[in-house]
């Protein structure tokens, strides 16, 4: 391999990161996306004049099950420290409503669990100890208190399928409200898209 001080912020995820996920049973076709954009950008106004700002774009978002987000990954290339991204990862993640922020630079990752269930709550770890989706997914369904067993999660994921179609491409802001409506679906009316009465 090249030396990874000259690789670039793409490279890193493509030599590294993404391999990493591989071997930790991470879905590329079916769990992770990359390249993420989830606001349009800010609208800004002078006068008569309007333009919009900067996307916000996570560089990955792992999903345990379709429509269901549970971490974001921000890269950094070989220059930077493994937290250098850690700040825009919480920001995302809090953004999507994810438990999981997760920062890498390619010598590894450092691990923000937002669900308060584990101590340290930052935790550094080497690039062949990323967690498994089922790890990831077991520690959110607690912190959420959903029930895990198969046929209860057959049942929800269906929900999750159902009640998110719609006509337009989807958004991430419509993905993570079956998630809020899910761990507390008395929380307001429409919490789940298709729930409505």
Known sequence: MSDKKKLSERDICTQYLNPALQR??????TQVQEDVSFTKGRVIVR???HTRGQQKRADHVLYYAPKLPIAVIESKDNNHTLGDGMQQALGYAEALDTPFAFSGNGDGFLMHDRTGQRTPIEQELALDEFPRPEELWQ???????????????????????TTTAVARPPRITIRSSPSTGLSNPRRGKGAVRGMER
Not at 24 to 29: K, M
Not at 142 to 155: L, Q, T, V
């Open 24 to 29: 930790s049973g991470w879905d590329f076709a």
């Open 47 to 49: 006068g008569k004049l």
């Open 139 to 161: 520690r959110h369904s607690s912190w959420k208190c959903i029930i895990a067993s198969s046929e209860k999660w057959a049942a929800v994921e269906m929900l999750y399928i």
